[in-house]
């Protein structure tokens, strides 16, 4: 699991809008920029966890025998009691650390 992850609300929290259009300035923009942050960081944890969870995959002749493992099941416990994607991005967002730009402005310097 990313440490980065652990700074993030666990439960429901109500946030300040002020805070969370600072850097946009706009609301809904910050919206969407959480949104799609959200949906990179559950990607990011899905492959993460299957990652870790191949390692414990048995290739055998019976398809319908089902191994417990101890080590399996408090991984999927861990990740289950991770913060949620959307409460991670808006962390993210609060603390400064989203990058984004508009692909209708050129970049800076890029001329």
Not at 31 to 57: C, Y
């Amino acid at each position: 699991m990313n440490a980065k992850y652990i700074n993030a609300a666990k439960t429901t929290v109500t946030r300040n809008v002020d805070r969370l259009d600072k850097e946009t300035g706009n609301i809904y923009e910050s919206i969407v920029i959480i949104g799609k942050r959200a949906n990179q960081i559950a990607v990011e944890i899905k492959e993460e966890l299957h990652e870790k969870l191949e390692e414990f995959t048995v290739t055998g002749e019976n398809i319908e025998e089902i191994y417990e493992n101890r080590e399996q099941i408090e991984m999927s416990r861990q990740y289950e009691r991770m913060p949620k994607p959307a409460a991670i991005a808006i962390e993210e967002m609060l603390e400064g650390r989203v990058v984004f730009r508009h692909p209708e402005h050129p970049a800076k310097g890029a001329e």
